[in-house]
């Protein structure tokens, strides 16, 4: 077990919870302890494009990279050191709260680190479409020191009913989670002016879709 405490809050779980419960997305700051956020950041910071991969579109067989929709790096996190277990433990326990208390029957959880250097954006997507996926709930930790207006790089989450309409836009900012149905929002990453740094992340239930567990990406 590592020595990093990952909450400062005693009831870390409860806004994300009743948000989710209310409208099926939730963005918190402070979710996690500075001394987590830093410790992640110090981790991927070090992390030289060469260990990480350009990351694609599709699953399993249809994955490609491509580009013009998306154009971040990516490294999916083991818990091989401190930093990444602690986050992994911390968002098992997120797990639990939700089984718990929404009784929403996640499975497992998967994340990645990323990367996006100036420019890259993600265009418009849904991160799973119905029936096809095991995700049901994305999240996004935000990593970056010092995030300003005129950095870009804003996440934009759309209407579940109306993917025209957008609920809000957020800064990528030092220590802000982002959670949401995977199914049921569309969202983009605008152009980044300068590198962002985050870790997207997806709760999934085990549908055994064509005896799969969802191959990472
Ligand atoms: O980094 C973000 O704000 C969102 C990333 C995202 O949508 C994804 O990786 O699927
Ligand atoms: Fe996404």
């Known amino acids: 077990m590592s020595s990093i405490v990952p909450f400062t809050s005693e009831t870390p779980f409860d806004k994300v919870l009743a948000d989710i419960r209310e409208?099926?997305?939730?963005?918190?700051?402070?979710?996690f302890s500075d001394e987590m956020v830093?410790?992640?950041?110090?981790?991927?910071s070090d992390l030289d494009n060469?260990?990480?991969?350009?990351?694609?579109v599709g699953r399993s067989l249809d994955h490609q990279v491509a580009l013009e929709r998306r154009r971040d790096y990516?490294?999916?996190?083991?818990?091989?050191?401190?930093?990444?277990?602690?986050?992994?433990?911390a968002m098992g326990e997120l797990r639990l709260e939700f089984?718990?208390?929404?009784?929403?029957?996640?499975?497992?959880?998967?994340?990645?680190?990323?990367?996006?250097?100036?420019?890259?954006?993600?265009?418009?997507?849904?991160?799973?479409?119905?029936?096809?996926?095991?995700?049901?709930?994305?999240?996004?930790?935000?990593?970056?020191?010092?995030w300003e207006e005129g950095d870009g790089g804003e996440f934009v989450l759309f209407d579940e009913n109306d993917e025209?309409?957008?609920?809000?836009?957020?800064?990528?900012?030092k220590g802000r989670l982002a959670v949401f149905l995977s199914e049921e929002f569309?969202?983009?990453?605008?152009?980044?002016?300068?590198?962002?740094?985050s870790i997207a992340g997806w709760f999934r239930v085990n549908n055994n879709i064509q005896n799969n567990l969802d191959p990472g990406q």
């Not at 997305?25 to 979710?31: A, N």
């Not at 990516?74 to 433990?89: Q, T």
Request: net charge positive.
């Open 23 to 31: 409208k099926g997305w939730s963005i918190t700051d402070d979710f």
């Open 38 to 44: 830093e410790a992640l950041m110090s981790d991927i």
């Open 50 to 56: 060469s260990y990480m991969k350009q990351a694609g």
């Open 74 to 89: 990516i490294r999916w996190i083991d818990p091989v050191n401190p930093a990444r277990s602690a986050f992994l433990n």
């Open 99 to 146: 089984n718990r208390r929404l009784f929403l029957g996640l499975w497992d959880y998967e994340a990645h680190f990323a990367r996006y250097e100036e420019g890259a954006f993600y265009e418009k997507h849904l991160d799973a479409f119905k029936g096809k996926s095991n995700r049901v709930l994305s999240t996004v930790l935000y990593l970056n020191e010092n």
């Open 164 to 173: 025209h309409k957008e609920l809000g836009r957020f800064h990528p900012k």
């Open 186 to 197: 569309p969202h983009e990453v605008l152009k980044a002016k300068r590198t962002r740094h």
